[in-house]
């Protein structure tokens, strides 16, 4: 079973999040588990501060590095993965969260204000992940995409497993168009392949609509 710490200024952000769907539905048949721990817990001083102003000025927080090495110290285990979540880490694809589902034990810890005091990032990290090119006010929504994206590679979380094979990023090409009953809905009817039951068509169709919304909106996958 994978374990997850998850260490933040947020933690009810993810109370909902761990508890629904498929992922609540994992947690709850022990495929993962999934721990979330308030940094302040700890912090030393009465007022229980976690960040400060910058050492040569500039705006915004810094998350002090006293708070975060105790967390990370008292939470890790041999071998764990520390994994810091930044815009300025490496985008997180499925070959990343493939790689991290089957690991024993990860600790996420999530970034906030201007980010982290680069001693913690030197010292008790050992990966950085961006879930992509733009800037969230806090690096626990981050920890969530990254959970619920490695979740999936974990066997039995999806319970169809089949589903992963047929998905965007999977391969080089985008997902093809889905459709369910009715066979018409406001004079629109479902591609007539899609009912014919031949399913050797059935894939060419499926195939050349992933290339042809590849090609459309993503053809960066296709160099």
Not at 19 to 36: D, P
Not at 58 to 74: D, T
Request: with cysteine; charged share 25%.
């Amino acid at each position: 079973m994978l374990r997850i710490d998850v260490i933040t200024l947020f933690p009810k952000m993810l109370d909902g999040f761990l508890t629904e769907s498929i992922l609540g539905r994992g947690c709850s048949a022990g495929l993962l588990e999934v721990k979330v721990h308030d940094l302040r817990r700890w912090c030393l001083d009465k007022h229980k501060k976690a960040d400060d102003s910058p050492f040569g000025g500039g705006a915004g927080m810094v998350l002090k590095p006293e708070p975060v090495f105790a967390a990370i110290e008292e939470l890790q285990t041999p071998g764990c993965k520390r994994i810091y979540l930044t815009p300025d880490g490496v985008r997180l694809s499925p070959s990343i969260a493939k790689g991290l589902s089957k690991l024993e034990h990860i600790i996420f810890l999530s970034g906030h204000y201007e980010g982290i005091d680069q001693r913690i990032r030197d010292s008790v990290i050992d990966q950085e992940i961006s879930i992509g090119d733009y800037v969230l006010t806090n690096g626990t929504l981050a920890a969530a995409v990254t959970i619920d994206c490695l979740s999936r590679f974990i066997p039995g979380v999806l319970g169809e497993e089949k589903s992963l094979t047929h998905e965007s990023f999977n391969g080089k090409l985008l997902d093809f168009p889905q459709y369910t009953r009715p066979a018409e809905f406001r004079g629109i009817p479902v591609p007539e392949v899609l009912l014919s039951g031949n399913h050797s068509e059935i894939e060419k169709w499926r195939d050349s609509r992933a290339l042809e919304k590849t090609r459309s909106v993503r053809p960066d996958l296709l160099t």
